[in-house]
Nanobody, 118 residues
Framework: QLQLVESGGGLVQPGGSLRLSCVAARAILSTFNSYVIGWYRQAPGKQRELVAS???????NYADSVKGRFTISRHNSKKTVYLQMNSLNAEDTAHYYC?????????WGQGTQVTVFS
C-alpha cells in the first residue's frame, strides 16, 4: 500500500485548466514504481470513478468522459503523478483522489476539491 497526498484543486471557470499532483513521499521508490497509479473522483450523490491511470512505463488509460481533455503523467524519481485537466466543465466538479489501481482501501488520502463554476 502507498500513502498518497493530493494537491492542486481549486475553483475554476468552465473552459479553464488545473493540474493536480499526487505524491507518495514516504514510499520506497521501487514500491512506487511497481504500482499503476490512478486518479479517481467522486461527485456529490455519485459513486467514485476512475478517470485516468498511468503505469510505470507511461502507459495510460482514460475514462471516456475525460479523453482528449485530461492528461495523466508520472515522474517516477519524484514519486509523483500529475493530472492535467483542460477544458473543464461543470460535470468535472468533484473531489479528486489518487490511489493505486485497483484501489486499496488503505491508500485513500484526503483528496483535493475541484469546483467548476460560471
Amino acid at each position: 500500500q502507498l500513502q498518497l497526498v493530493e494537491s492542486g484543486g481549486g475553483l475554476v471557470q468552465p473552459g479553464g485548466s488545473l493540474r493536480l499532483s499526487c505524491v507518495a513521499a514516504r514510499a520506497i521508490l521501487s514500491t512506487f514504481n511497481s504500482y499503476v497509479i490512478g486518479w479517481y473522483r467522486q461527485a456529490p450523490g455519485k459513486q467514485r470513478e476512475l478517470v485516468a491511470s498511468v503505469a510505470y512505463n507511461g502507459i495510460t488509460n482514460y475514462a471516456d468522459s475525460v479523453k482528449g481533455r485530461f492528461t495523466i503523467s508520472r515522474h517516477n524519481s519524484k514519486k509523483t503523478v500529475y493530472l492535467q485537466m483542460n477544458s473543464l466543465n461543470a460535470e468535472d466538479t468533484a473531489h479528486y483522489y489518487c490511489n493505486i489501481v485497483p484501489f486499496s482501501s488503505n491508500s485513500w488520502g484526503q483528496g483535493t476539491q475541484v469546483t467548476v463554476f460560471s
